[in-house]
């Protein structure tokens, strides 16, 4: 099994800026694609941005220009760097991996989430 332990969040103004990270450990194998979504109350989760393996990032219309997912490859670690935030970008947010999974008799590939952080901005 893998865990996804994420942090930072919080509490911030809009035009303020607030830091995500999300820390895989476990049984890895190796990591693949890593996500951030978004839930939105009532609704289904909503991709915000992906990273892939060589560094290429994607970004929902909503947050480009003022998000930036990163990765740390050696730390297993999944970074979201939030700015010029918007009364709107307020929700629980969730990192999303994955990964090919360790197993006795070899590896298989896996999907795992964690366990999600609030972002709050106020005016």
């Known amino acids: 099994q893998v865990q996804l332990v994420e942090s930072g969040g919080g509490l911030a103004q809009a035009g303020g800026s607030l830091g995500l990270s999300c820390t895989a450990s476990?049984?890895?194998?190796?990591?693949?694609?890593m996500y951030w979504y978004r839930q939105v109350p009532w609704t289904q989760t909503a991709l915000v941005a992906s990273?892939?393996?060589?560094?290429?990032?994607t970004y929902v219309d909503s947050v480009k220009g003022r998000f930036t997912i990163s990765r740390d490859v050696a730390k297993n670690t999944v970074y979201l760097q939030m700015n010029n935030l918007k009364v709107e970008d307020t929700d629980v947010y969730y990192c999303?991996?994955?990964?090919?999974?360790?197993?006795?008799?070899?590896?298989?590939?896996?999907?795992?989430w964690g366990q999600g952080t609030q972002v709050t901005v106020s005016l």
């Open positions: 999303n991996v994955d990964t090919r999974t360790l197993t006795t008799w070899g590896d298989y590939p896996a999907n795992y």
């Open positions: 476990g049984r890895i194998a190796s990591i693949n694609t």
């Open positions: 990273i892939s393996t060589n560094g290429t990032d």
